[in-house]
């Protein structure tokens, strides 16, 4: 059996949430560094110890609901830094965890964000999604 961090939790197959990350992951092709279906609870954030340089990442509360989906390429740790600064908004104070998928460094981010945005149906705080710059 795998041990898993404390505020981490497996995305088990044939779930809505696991469907969604898979359906992201397969979006992204080969943009994608690795595959992580993990939930990560935001009060378990701080101590996350990704190692990814760019990511898209998705926000969501409860059993389920995603609300915001985002990208950052801000260099190691850039996903826990940018998810404290949306932390910050009251209109994201229901946010409780975040999937992460990892991007290869030659990805364009907000390409990939859009991508996936627009994929999932914009989430409901999503207010603006990159547009693409080829066909998807």
Do not use: C
Not at 51 to 63: F, I, T
Request: proline share 8%; aromatic share 6%.
């Amino acid at each position: 059996m795998t041990t898993f961090p404390p505020g981490t939790a497996p995305l088990l197959p044939g779930t809505p949430l696991r469907r969604t990350y898979d359906l992201a992951s397969n979006a992204l092709g080969d943009q994608l560094l690795r595959r992580q279906p993990l939930k990560i609870a935001l009060w378990a954030l701080p101590d996350y110890a990704g190692d990814e340089h760019k990511a898209v990442y998705l926000l969501g509360a409860g059993a389920f609901e995603l609300l915001y989906t985002g990208s950052t390429s801000r260099g190691r740790g850039t996903v826990r830094a940018r998810v404290n600064e949306h932390r910050r908004d009251p209109r994201k104070s229901d946010v409780s965890w975040v999937l992460v998928l990892p991007i290869r460094r030659d990805a364009d981010t907000e390409q990939a964000e859009g991508k996936i945005g627009r994929l999932l149906g914009r989430p409901r705080l999503s207010q603006r999604l990159p547009q693409t710059h080829r066909a998807d």
